[in-house]
């Protein structure tokens, strides 16, 4: 009997370890090694700045965002990167997103924000990741309002296809492998339990395509989609 339980909890362990395996690989590992963003960028650099503590440089962000979004800056201070946005008057909240660039032009990461803005106009400071070396703004929202203005990013149709059917893989897999152990540690304690394979599979395509559906179909600016 000991070694049934023991059995039973080594298989509810392995559950738990390929649920964590599953989850860094479609969210990070298969995103990083097939996607590739892109965003048009058209902020203009206006000044740079010398602290005691690092440099900024003052940016005018895209054309359409100027009537919220007067200027932004990236700054560094003590080795740590950041960047505050300057509204205009008419915003007192805003929802924002941050694609972020490193020095090969490649989009390293997409912050989404919402703020309420201060006394002085301004946004709070948003920490970057450190391989940061230029970023765009799209606007999400304004006052609690949505809004269409700014950049749109955008995938690559063939290796967003790609990405489709390695998560679709992904997660048929994984849903096969949760049934035979589930299976197993309930044959342990003598449970007759079944689980139809095909509901398996079809119920994995179905959240495959959920997921799928909302990173990329969002048919508004601001937004992530297939071009």
């Known amino acids: 009997m000991t070694d049934a339980i023991f059995k039973a909890i080594f298989e509810i362990i392995l559950c738990f370890v390929s649920i964590g395996i599953y989850?860094?690989?479609?969210?990070?590992?298969?995103?990083?090694?097939?996607?590739?963003?892109?965003?048009?960028?058209?902020?203009?650099?206006?000044?740079?700045?010398?602290?005691?503590?690092?440099?900024?440089?003052?940016?005018?962000?895209?054309?359409?965002?100027?009537g919220y979004v007067s200027s932004y800056i990236l700054f560094a201070d003590d080795g740590i990167k950041y960047m505050r946005c300057k509204v205009t008057d008419r915003v007192d909240?805003?929802?924002?997103?941050?694609?972020?660039?490193?020095?090969?032009d490649r989009i390293?990461?997409?912050?989404?924000?919402?703020d309420v803005i201060g006394p002085a106009g301004?946004?709070?400071?948003?920490?970057?990741?450190?391989?940061?070396?230029?970023?765009?703004?799209?606007?999400?929202?304004?006052?609690?309002?949505?809004?269409?203005?700014?950049?749109?990013?955008?995938?690559?149709?063939?290796?967003?296809?790609?990405?489709?059917?390695?998560?679709?893989?992904?997660t048929v897999a994984e849903g096969f492998f949760l049934r035979a152990m589930i299976l197993g540690a309930t044959r342990v304690f003598g449970i007759g339990l079944s689980i139809n394979g095909a509901v398996i599979f079809i119920a994995a395509i179905a959240i495959s395509a959920i997921g799928l559906c909302a990173m990329f179909l969002k048919k508004r600016k601001g937004g992530l989609k297939i071009k």
């Open 108 to 114: 390293i990461d997409v912050l989404r924000i919402t």
């Open 122 to 170: 301004c946004t709070k400071r948003v920490a970057l990741p450190k391989e940061t070396s230029y970023v765009t703004l799209m606007l999400d929202s304004v006052n609690g309002k949505s809004v269409t203005v700014g950049s749109t990013l955008t995938v690559d149709k063939t290796r967003g296809v790609i990405f489709a059917c390695a998560v679709a893989l992904s």
């Open 23 to 66: 989850a860094f690989l479609v969210g990070s590992a298969l995103p990083s090694l097939i996607l590739r963003f892109k965003c048009p960028v058209t902020d203009r650099g206006l000044n740079k700045y010398t602290y005691p503590s690092g440099r900024g440089i003052l940016y005018e962000p895209h054309p359409t965002l100027r």
């Open 93 to 104: 909240r805003i929802g924002y997103s941050v694609a972020v660039f490193d020095r090969r």
